[in-house]
């Protein structure tokens, strides 16, 4: 009769367990990331533009956003869309917040951009405006990003904002859109015809005057 061979208690409870008892853990933990990963979605927002009218014909106005802590690890693409009916200049800013506690509020913004759009495929018109990142240096620096465009056509436009949200409680930015009217070439025309005419109105009363001097002085 063949000697049995008995597993020592030790083995079977301590030893064979643990491997499985990890592979538990492991598979647990995995699956927590592959949920975290699929709550980090990127995150799309089209917001018409609050505008307030600067007297002058063009406007000023507002732009940002915030995300809460369950954003964190998502991208975003924030659209700010407004319309203009003349051609127009154009400047916008844009800066991120961070702050440096243990519920650390951080965004880093990736690209600012502005261009025209069609409304109903919203589809890039054109070549996009791109702004530049201003922001400072070292670990975590508040992101500064800013643009402007000259001399832009009319038509329906998108003021971008692209970043991803990392600190732990969410984050924020905040940033400023001025549009100003660009007189068209048709207008420049009428203004400087305008200014012509007086100029030659002007030349003409003062030939006369001078013409009713010399009269009188004779």
Not at 26 to 47: D, E, F, P, Y
Not at 64 to 91: E, L, N, W
């Amino acid at each position: 009769m063949a000697d049995q061979k008995t597993i020592p208690d030790n083995l079977s409870n301590g030893t064979i367990m643990k491997p499985i008892s990890l592979l538990l853990t492991s598979l647990v933990a995995g699956a927590a990331c592959l949920v975290q990963v699929a709550g980090a979605q990127a995150i799309v927002r089209n917001t018409p533009v609050a505008a307030v009218n600067d007297g002058l014909g063009g406007f000023n106005a507002h732009v940002g956003d915030s995300f809460a802590a369950s954003a964190v690890g998502s991208t975003f693409s924030d659209i700010f869309t407004f319309d203009a009916a003349i051609p127009f200049d154009a400047a916008a800013s844009v800066t991120s917040s961070y702050l440096n506690n243990p519920f650390t509020k951080d965004l880093v913004i990736t690209g600012l951009s502005l261009y025209r759009y069609d409304p109903v495929t919203m589809a890039v018109l054109g070549t996009a405006v791109a702004g530049i990142n201003i922001g400072g240096f070292g670990a975590n620096p508040v992101d500064a990003w800013t643009l402007s465009g000259f001399g832009l056509v009319r038509g329906n436009y998108a003021l971008k904002v692209d970043g991803r949200v990392v600190g732990a409680g969410g984050g924020a930015f905040g940033g400023d859109l001025a549009i100003a009217p660009v007189p068209e070439p048709g207008t420049w025309g009428m203004l400087l015809g305008g200014l012509g005419g007086f100029s030659i109105a002007g030349l003409l009363a003062r030939h006369r005057s001078c013409r009713r001097q010399s009269s009188l002085r004779t």
